[in-house]
């Protein structure tokens, strides 16, 4: 196990580079706008398993096969991008439909924000360049630490995108309020899937948080 300074000082470097946005709050706070905080709170469980998930990887040494392999990393990232246009396509072409969640459409959210996470390999680039500046070769087994600070991590960034969820749904109670508000707003996410895809297949290999 790392020493307490040395967890202290991850989590406030986790904390730092969660504050900053990305690909993934911006799809959980699209969902929690769009369909609820619900939806975003359970699309946001769905992204933080697939961050857990390739803490598992990391810790197995699973991760740096993708970073090392341009070839899987561009296929994942390519899938990826796929996912996100199909998804935005889907949205924009869907007619205006009840925001109820059935206990179906929740298990279909959940699984849809892990696909969108476990099809990012920056996070792979990203837990490769960051984990191990935080390990300590003296403090016990590398894998172990490895997965302890991925761990933490995870709880954190469950923390982090859970605010934006939680902000985002109180605002898009107000804006759904309209039926034409609705609608615009189901457009608008399926048009910020669409942007989110091409960013991903347009992009290069920069590690990112997700």
């Known amino acids: 196990m790392p020493d307490g300074s040395t967890l202290l000082l991850f989590a406030g470097a986790s904390l730092a580079l969660l504050a900053i946005p990305g690909p993934a709050v911006i799809y959980v706070v699209t969902r929690s706008l769009d369909q609820g905080r619900a939806a975003g709170i359970v699309s946001m469980l769905g992204v933080e398993t ?38 935005g396509a889907r949205k924009l072409l869907a007619r205006d439909e009840p925001q109820e969640l059935l206990v179906s459409g929740r298990s279909q959210l959940f699984l849809k924000g892990m696909l969108v996470q476990l099809l990012n390999p920056k996070i792979a680039i990203f837990f490769v360049a960051f984990l191990p500046q935080f390990v300590q070769s003296s403090r016990g087994p590398i894998a172990l630490q490895i997965l302890v600070l991925g761990t933490i991590f995870t709880l954190l960034a469950v923390l982090s995108d859970g605010a934006y969820v939680l902000l985002a749904g109180a605002v898009g109670a107000w804006i759904r309020s309209g039926r034409r508000a609705r609608r615009w707003l189901a457009k608008l996410s399926g048009g910020v899937y669409i942007g989110l895809g091409l960013t991903a297949a347009l992009s290069g290999g920069r590690p990112s948080q997700g």
């Open 50 to 87: 697939g961050t857990f998930a390739y803490a598992l990887a990391a810790a197995a040494g699973l991760t740096g096969l993708i970073a090392a392999s341009a070839t899987a990393f561009t296929v994942v990232r390519y899938a990826g991008a796929a996912y996100l246009l199909y998804l």
